[in-house]
């Protein structure tokens, strides 16, 4: 029963068009199966992107499921075995765009939230879904635009549960309790254009950048600690030059990022660069982009109830990691002090033929259907 109904609504997401960030009625889908729960729905559009906040009962603590219903495109056609926006069942598999990434985890929120409702129609505590259609894209008009309008009328969320694919070989063998922050930036270093067989009319800001961009990539910015890597700095594009084979350009574009932890600050990885490339006496600008500061989540309340949810459904003890890039729980964590993300193996995400494995679906479900039972259960 729960397989069926969690795989049927995972198919009919699956079979919304919804590349980033069109939602492709999937929203919609979800408030009609919620509203009749009891759950009050808003409609938060941004631009072109969908957002979704669907919440039921007032009182403490608040649990919230959280994802996207916006996919990546599928790119070529002809390579799939099937159409992408076809959900497709063969060899024990459910193909479709979406699959993993994340709408069988939306789908199994749902389902699961239903059984719960059903079992314990007067909780301890409130429900909420936070869906958005703006992950997957420059992430701008989604998760974030929501949460600044929570936190504007005082809104805090005690426990977030976000559906990404964590799972590396086994469903719910990793919980994501924290993620790196993300500061990207523009450096444009000036020279002076002139002939190759010329140099000395000229300044080349290739060869005057180099001595700088190679320290850079050799600084040890920090060691990490006990839940984050090390932060890491590396170079994304550099383009200098005209095209020409005689002609020295006259400036350089960089851009690069830094991946950081808690070990590192926003303004003293910004410092250290600027140090860097002051004292190499460039001629430079340097724009910055902060995309996403660290969180995370300890171990305690959310993190071992999820941990025992998993061990006690799929008879496996989790890893926590804070590895790989960023996700909307990065702007969920500005209200809320406790936030994983546990989903689908991520083995096929934003690939050809994405898939989930069918006895995952139902395993998916029943995670999180005891994860609200240890969370707000009486």
């Not at 958005?132 to 635009?145: F, I, Q």
């Not at 426990?159 to 919980?175: M, N």
């Not at 190679?214 to 090390?230: K, T, V």
């Not at 071992?304 to 008879?315: F, M, N, P, Q, Y």
């Amino acid at each position: 029963m729960a397989r069926g109904t969690t795989l049927a609504l995972a198919r009919e997401l699956i079979a919304r068009r919804s590349i980033t960030p069109e939602d492709g009625g999937c929203q919609e889908l979800l408030a009609q199966r919620l509203e009749p729960l009891g759950f009050k729905i808003e409609r938060i559009r941004c631009g072109e992107v969908s957002n979704l906040w669907a919440r039921r009962g007032a009182a403490a603590p608040l649990v919230c499921f959280a994802g996207h219903t916006d996919v990546v495109p599928a790119g070529p056609l002809d390579q799939w075995h099937s159409d992408p926006f076809a959900p497709t069942e063969r060899g024990g598999m459910l193909y479709g765009r979406g699959a993993a990434d994340m709408k069988t985890s939306i789908a199994a929120f749902v389902t699961a939230v239903e059984t719960f409702l059903r079992g314990h129609p007067d909780p301890r505590g409130s429900i909420a879904l936070l869906i958005t259609s703006d992950e997957e894209g420059v992430a701008v008009d989604g998760t974030v635009r929501v949460v600044e309008r929570l936190k504007a009328r005082g809104g805090h969320i005690d426990y977030a549960i976000v559906g990404e694919p964590t799972s590396v070989d086994r469903l719910g063998d990793t919980i994501k309790n924290g993620r790196r922050g993300s500061l990207s930036a523009t450096l444009k270093v000036k020279g002076v254009q002139g002939h190759v067989a010329y140099p000395h009319l000229a300044r080349n800001p290739v060869h005057l950048a180099s001595p700088a961009l190679a320290e850079l990539a050799a600084i040890e910015w920090d060691r990490g600690n006990e839940y984050f890597p090390p932060t890491t700095w590396q170079i994304s594009n550099i383009h200098a030059g005209t095209g020409a084979t005689n002609v020295i350009p006259g400036e350089m574009d960089v851009l690069f990022n830094l991946r950081f932890s808690t070990a590192s600050t926003v303004d003293d990885l910004k410092r250290r660069v600027h140090a860097v490339l002051d004292g190499h006496r460039l001629d430079y600008a340097l724009e910055w982009v902060l995309s996403a500061a660290p969180f995370f989540t300890p171990p305690g309340d959310l993190v071992d109830k999820l941990s025992e949810a998993i061990r006690e459904t799929v008879g496996i003890v989790p890893e926590m990691s804070t590895g790989g890039g960023t996700s909307d729980g990065r702007f969920i964590a500005d209200i809320c002090p406790q936030v994983v993300e546990l989903g689908p193996l991520n083995v096929s995400i934003h690939k050809l033929n994405e898939h989930i494995a069918l006895d995952d679906i139902e395993a998916l479900y029943a995670i999180y259907l005891r994860a609200l039972e240890k969370l707000l259960a009486r």
